[in-house]
């Protein structure tokens, strides 16, 4: 597999910096992509990223401050002025200026705005006041647009001023006489098209459009949906007001799986591999100490048998048996309610058919596991007994975990709650308090009906 | 949240299918987009599948086809001949063309290719060659080109040429008189420049490429640095054979971060919430008894101490907790160490840095959650030696799953397997045993000690 990994100078830079080689810095950064810039500044100490950085010229700074993760971002921002600040900021288009002075305090996100473009600085600002996670804050104010009315030579005119400013124009939008969308002609369409003849007669007034205040979530799918390069974005008058491009898209799908991944393994979805162990600690403490009580909930089941296992030592060997087993198979569920769920695949009125499959799923794999389990258990010399004990339990859980694994994710996502979030948790209780209510309780009535 | 779902017309079709009302189900299938036709298609049962897709035209039934799951598609597959498939291949693009056919049986594969134009079967015939999660794989083969020697005018003239056949351009590519890859030029650069100049002036000879054999993740992980539209792919001889679409890559992304979920939930990569109970059952089954095999080791480990809680039963009642701690614990550590892995956010020489932060984490939430457990066992009237039993075990279970959490994805990787694969089953044997191991192990220390 002939992956091409560029290499980076990484150590060749250090050298130069502890050199204070300015020249040699200079000329080792000058090749790189900025992403490529970002990735050896992750490589560097603390005063050496500054001192970097500050080394850069304006339009590479400008990029690679946006392709840095947030603490080093924040640790950037905080090393130069405002003024400094605003030149990086003036740079970049609105979508992305609207990130960085989002994350400022109010008073130097204000010296910032009063040091860019009148223009640009409007623009950020009604930007600003879209939440983060909708189409409003994914959009960015740059595009192309005409009047119904133009010509398809106007339109390329417009395409020509403008290619000055905005980098990826794949499309000219088309508004009516109030600036409301009408629709959208594509880049190619446009080449073909008849100089002298209308944009009306080539423009796709089909197309796709989303209002400000719709989730990116949902702006995601209808990316993939449609298999979209850019969606234009209105006001709920339907007065373009913006545009959403594919490669903002791009992030938002892998940030709401990588979402529910988390989700489902107790994280929190801020959590990084290079985090502080101090940061990753206080994150993931208040997850395991849910755990913990939902843990003691299902002691307290064991404790109610203490006197059956006393009779029965070999009870306390097998019951972790059936209690994670039944855990495997509801973390399976699990994966598999929530993916469908997220990928859209399940309709309204599939519930009770996933809830009889997954049960269905469960009885099987409880069959298969408890043969298998009774069988070992038996040629390791347990009491026969004990094996059917482990056979039926078994049995008796992996239907309670696909029946709790489907269940608990639809139920969060009925009642508006993520359902990814905490079902782990509550479905691991189901399986941990189940394993051993069916074992301890099963071997119970057996021994009061002396075939045990 | 005005998510605007669009409203499918299920019931309604439902209804005119039934009064095999011809007229009516076009009339209701006509104003939809294709990805809605086949989620329509998904509500229907399969002969009222096949009876709605025929009546589809040529053109909408070759995208519907498209936009399938595997097994709708291959249900509708075989329910038309040869002649009547060749004629929707026809309407694709090569890569999809290449998957469809790919799928089908040798002699089949052949009737469609013979049934189809003569260059487009040429084309799917070289993409065939190509293992489908590679560069060569996901590549189609139409694209604009020219010489280099070509102008900015007979470049755009090459634009308005292949604008009939090819939808989505939004780039020129420039070869030499070799066919070798030697640069690209955006649309609107194209539009921008003065038609007489060389398109040499306008070419950006630094774009980034792909040779055929990358791996589709690597691709995928290029399109996400460098914010890429689209991809030129080379052979091994730099000549220029297809391109990719961000579109077909924003599913690889999809895809890839979705195996990482489902190979910790311990799934099969290809299950889907919809399937059949004994598809499910058939593909979860290997891993729930790979999963008891592990489990019959922590309950050996158990086994070793039945005299220990013979002498005190209250152990088999604390145990669990110790155990499961430990697991949820290890899961947090995985998912942070597959998920930082897969995000590249692992410079090579971490490793040891990471190992060093999980183990602190580890120690840090032993310490809370063995205190804590320890002083709730005391209220619920425990022997206080069985708490101090319980906060030491506790204590080592949750180092030992940072420690293993974060070493078995690492070594998975070296070995170059995925470190997502079994990452979850390994590490969970590891705190089982952990857990029953300190915490009996313990116990029969302390009452050889003679203080329990």
């Not at 946006?66 to 605003?86: H, K, N, Y």
């Not at 007034?205 to 298999?227: G, H, I, L, N, P």
């Not at 002691?299 to 006393?310: D, N």
């Amino acid at each position: 597999m002939a992956v091409e990994e560029k290499h980076l100078p990484v150590e060749e830079l250090k050298e130069s910096i502890e050199r204070e080689d300015l020249e040699g810095v200079k000329k080792l950064i000058a090749p790189l992509h900025p992403t490529d810039v970002a990735a050896v500044l992750k490589g560097l100490e603390g005063p050496q990223v500054t001192w970097v950085f500050r080394l850069l010229k304006k339009d590479v700074a400008s990029a690679v401050l946006l392709e840095l993760d947030d603490r080093m971002r924040e640790l950037l921002v905080a090393s130069v002025s405002s003024g400094e600040l605003a030149q990086l900021v003036g740079e970049m288009e609105s979508d992305d200026a609207t990130d960085i002075v989002g994350e400022l305090p109010l008073a130097e996100a204000n010296e910032v705005l009063a040091g860019i473009d009148k223009e640009d600085a409007r623009k950020v600002q009604k930007l600003l006041a879209y939440p983060e996670d909708t189409a409003g804050g994914k959009m960015q104010a740059e595009l192309v647009s005409v009047r119904e009315t133009a010509t398809v030579r106007e339109a390329i005119e417009e395409v020509r001023r403008k290619s000055k400013e905005i980098d990826n124009i794949s499309n000219v939008f088309v508004v009516d006489s109030e600036g409301r969308f009408s629709g959208s002609v594509a880049l190619n369409k446009l080449i073909l098209a008849e100089e002298d003849g209308p944009i009306k007669g080539i423009t796709d007034t089909k197309a796709v459009k989303v209002t400000t205040d719709v989730d990116q979530e949902q702006v995601a799918k209808m990316f993939q949906r449609y298999d979209l390069l850019n969606m234009p974005v209105v006001d709920k008058n339907g007065r373009l007001v913006g545009r959403i491009t594919i490669d903002d898209i791009v992030d938002v799908i892998e940030e709401e799986i990588s979402e529910d991944f988390y989700r489902v393994a107790s994280l929190n979805i801020g959590e990084r591999v290079l985090d502080s162990a101090g940061r990753s600690f206080g994150m993931r403490a208040p997850w395991l100490l849910i755990n913990l009580a939902t843990a003691f909930i299902a002691a307290a089941v064991v404790k109610v048998f203490e006197s059956t296992i006393g009779r029965l030592v070999i009870l306390a060997v097998f019951m972790p048996i059936v209690a994670g087993m039944g855990g495997n198979a509801a973390t399976q569920t699990i994966a598999v309610v929530v993916r469908g769920l997220a990928l859209g695949e399940l309709p309204p009125n599939s519930a009770r058919k996933v809830l009889i499959k997954e049960v269905l799923v469960g009885l099987a794999n409880g069959i298969l596991t408890g043969i298998v389990a009774m069988g070992v258990s038996y040629i390791l010399g347990a009491n026969p007994m004990v094996g059917l004990l482990l056979f039926l339990a078994m049995m008796a859980n992996l239907v309670i975990a696909g029946f709790s694994g489907t269940i608990i994710p639809l139920a969060l996502k009925w009642w508006g709650a993520d359902p990814a979030l905490a079902s782990s948790i509550f479905v691991t209780t189901c399986t941990d308090v189940g394993g051993f209510l069916s074992f301890l309780g099963l071997a119970a009535v057996f021994m009061r009906a002396g075939i045990l």
